[in-house]
């Protein structure tokens, strides 16, 4: 096992928080001498009191000097705060803007975009904006080009076929199974098929594993991933504000086609879930949120910097 693959395990147990179920705090064990160190006291105070009285004076000193302490921190506090909020309105809502990991108080940071990342995120969100036209000359291109990419031996059936079923299409004409996934999603098929072809041929005709009787359909669950992504990487909103939307704007800056490039990890482990639960196509809504489950666990990961980190990406070399 490699030091990376190992540092992977080790961060998937950091996410579920198990390496500090038995914490230790250095150096208790080693104490030999009381944490307040010995006193003298005069034969005067110490006359006709008893070791208990001597140590209830104690404590009363003690807590007297630390309500003193306390009330002098919040007066400091009080004229900080104000002066923040006269001051400096800005700054507080740059506060309230915080993003939070998974209750992670290491990982809270304001979400900035640089100019790369706002112009890549505007892009993928002008992608998709864009649904899916039938009657798009272009539209129709990328479906034969799709085809001819999961086919290549094979003769380009008509737009209309029920041939098309054989990729997973629902019916006949595969524009009516579209809907909320939009053009990016034949785009994110056709990426697939392209950049990962061994991979996607696998997919596509089930070789791995022990199938269902009842398949899920490969190009349908394909417009279902996409459309799972863009709910669970918050791309309809202004700023992403959940984990896994905030380290994408980060993979985004690296890579500009970090969106298709997840996509084809999370087809690759959806399709793995799928075979671990040995599943049917009745339960494929349950396999796509654990697969969502596990690819934002796999994207809070600390190491991750491009979506080949990610422990997942081997199983698209498989």
Known sequence: MTSSNLRRRLHHGDVDGKNREHMKIDGLDDLNEPLLGKRDYDDTQSEGQTLEDLWDDERRKVQLHWTFVFSQLIAQWAQWFAHIVIGSGSLLAR????????????????????????????????????????????????????????????????????????????????????????????????????????????????KEGKRAEWEYPFAVAGINISFMLAQMLDLQSGKPTSVAGIRFVELLGEDEMAFDNLYCVAFRMMDAQWLAKRASYMEFNEVLKSTRTQLERELALEDVSSVKDLPAYNLLGR
Request: glycine share 8%.
């Open 95 to 206: 506060l309230v803007s915080f993003g939070t990991f998974n209750g992670q108080n290491n990982r809270n940071k304001i979400v900035s975009l640089s100019p790369l990342q706002e112009e890549r995120l505007r892009y993928l969100r002008q992608r998709l904006e864009i649904p899916f036209d039938g009657t798009s000359a272009e539209h129709q291109d990328a479906l034969k080009q799709l085809w001819r990419l999961a086919y290549p031996d094979r003769e380009l059936p008509p737009l209309k076929s029920e041939l098309w079923k054989e990729m997973g299409w629902q019916g006949s004409d595969p524009s009516t199974d579209f809907r909320g996934g939009g053009f990016i999603s034949l785009e994110n098929l056709i990426f697939f098929a392209k950049k990962y072809p061994e991979s996607f041929q696998r997919l596509l005709h089930k």
